[in-house]
């Protein structure tokens, strides 16, 4: 396993176990709320619990690729969400009614067959053959990585009166930094993030743009320069 692929793995499997704690916690508050609006239009809270299942099995599809294959990046791979949103909710809430009686139960079994299926994949393999096309292992892993924080932070602004996090720090800062590089890579600019959070939301179309926003969020590098307007290339996914 190379050191990229161990730190994205770690980071994925830390934000998995405090995002499982932390519903595990919720008892009889998520009960109430799984039939409620979230944060993330259209979604329930409900469903919103069962995508993560969705999402981590995602590990689990993926496969072996002939030699040679030439990977997405990831920015290619986010990059095909959007044109697959309605098929994702859809999807999403047929598992929702298929796993109702037992949400957490469901999802806990999606997770460590995914991370079976990693520990699987590892040693061999550096590219993969996921859902959406073929994609480095180590980026398969980011992927999954940025649906939880995303995600974890979905539920947390759609149970404000829960007072512990379901984000990881360290998980939020690299699934910050990744979505930093996609646009640093498109642009060439000189960036790094100051408020890890807020840059998610912003890159994930979680709020809206608003230049204030991004600037708090993020910071130049030399003092000459600024943050650049991203309103054309926001959001990522």
Not at 53 to 69: K, S
């Amino acid at each position: 396993m190379t050191a990229d692929l161990a730190e994205a793995t770690a980071a994925l499997r830390t934000q998995w176990d405090r995002l499982e704690r932390w519903l595990g916690s919720l008892d009889d508050t998520l009960d109430d709320a799984v039939d409620q609006p979230s944060v993330l239009a259209g979604w329930t809270v409900g469903e919103l619990v069962s995508h993560l299942g969705r999402a981590m099995d995602a590990l689990v599809a993926a496969g072996p690729v002939a030699p040679g294959t030439n990977p997405l990046t990831l920015a290619e791979y986010l990059g095909t969400y959007p044109e697959r949103a309605e098929q994702i909710a859809q999807v999403t809430r047929a598992l929702d009614e298929e796993i109702a009686a037992d949400r957490l139960t469901a999802v806990s079994g999606y997770a460590r067959r995914a991370f079976a299926r990693l520990d699987e994949l590892a040693p061999t393999e550096t590219v993969v053959q996921a859902r959406r096309g073929p994609i480095t292992l180590r980026d398969m892993v980011v992927s999954r990585l940025v649906e939880l924080v995303v995600h974890a932070d979905d539920l947390e602004r759609s149970l404000p009166g829960v007072a512990e996090k379901a984000v990881d720090r360290g998980a939020l800062d690299l699934v910050a930094a990744e979505l930093l590089r996609i646009v640093v890579a498109r642009g060439g600019w000189s960036l790094e993030v100051v408020d890890p959070r807020l840059w998610v939301r912003l890159a994930t179309g979680r709020i809206p743009y608003d230049v204030d926003d991004l600037a708090r969020a993020l910071a130049p590098l030399h003092t000459s320069d600024s943050v650049p307007d991203l309103g054309r290339m926001l959001p990522l996914l």
